[in-house]
């Protein structure tokens, strides 16, 4: 186990001896592991998202399965990041604005826009309808951009 | 769009015209979006059911709410690395041993080998026994260590 998780174990025995549930900040062991968790996850979903848009947008041709079942993932991912951004994770490899903690309910909510506009593209990709997959692909995006205009550095 | 999903776009735009579906290899614009797919999805699981383990280690305290939360997780992440497993991506940013696709039977099974066992660990993990999640751990544990051994050069 030793060589797989260097980086749990390390957390976990600077944790070893608590005896309460951990706190989002004690899930990682190091800012640099809520950092690349985070983009990480973000990836993932972008890659699922980005084959959806692409065929809403024509660029590749429409399935049916590989919509619904690209959204499928992308939603379940679109969960995953932002219990990682944590207090001190601004620093490092990063590229997230330190504006994302001074301003967090702000941040929380364009998170939480995005989270309901991808869960609004899986209900409809399951449906096959490609003009509804589009509208709905492009009100996602809109959350994305609008999340990466404010909070992400160039 | 395009500040968002590039390599997505990118991607899109060699496949315009294809009328058929996507192959597993048409899904990423470049082998390197591949690796860092795999990498990415590998890391995501790895820090969930690393949280399991160290539970199961009692490196942290055992929460029967967290060890289920994360083994869920960890089980739909192991569902995703391996489409990314393409042919002419055993070279750049990663240690995948060529000998995968030489032997890419042995390599597909031991990647089912740990789905399985991360699915095993996934159902004890919702009994919320510390005792058979310990050992649904244990043998996930080595069905990880078992493809690093084989497949992931150093």
């Given at each position: 186990m030793k060589r797989l998780f260097p980086s749990m174990l390390m957390a976990a025995a600077a944790l070893a001896g608590l005896a309460t549930a951990l706190p989002a900040a004690a899930q990682f062991a190091k800012p640099e592991d809520a950092i690349k968790y985070r983009k990480n996850a973000l990836f993932v979903m972008g890659t699922h998202f980005g084959r959806v848009a692409a065929m809403a947008n024509g660029r590749i041709p429409f399935d049916a399965k590989m919509a619904a079942d690209n959204a499928e993932i992308a939603t379940m991912m679109?969960?995953?990041?932002?219990?990682?951004?944590?207090?001190?994770?601004?620093?490092?490899?990063?590229?997230?604005?330190?504006k994302i903690w001074a301003e967090k309910d702000k941040f929380n909510a364009a998170a939480t826009k995005m989270q309901e506009e991808m869960a609004k593209l899986n209900v409809v990709a399951k449906g096959g309808n490609i003009d509804t997959i589009k509208a709905a692909v492009g009100e996602t995006g809109k959350s994305c951009k609008a999340c990466h205009d404010a909070y992400r550095k160039e």
């Open positions: 679109s969960k995953l990041p932002y219990v990682a951004f944590i207090e001190g994770t601004d620093k490092g490899d990063t590229k997230a604005d330190p």
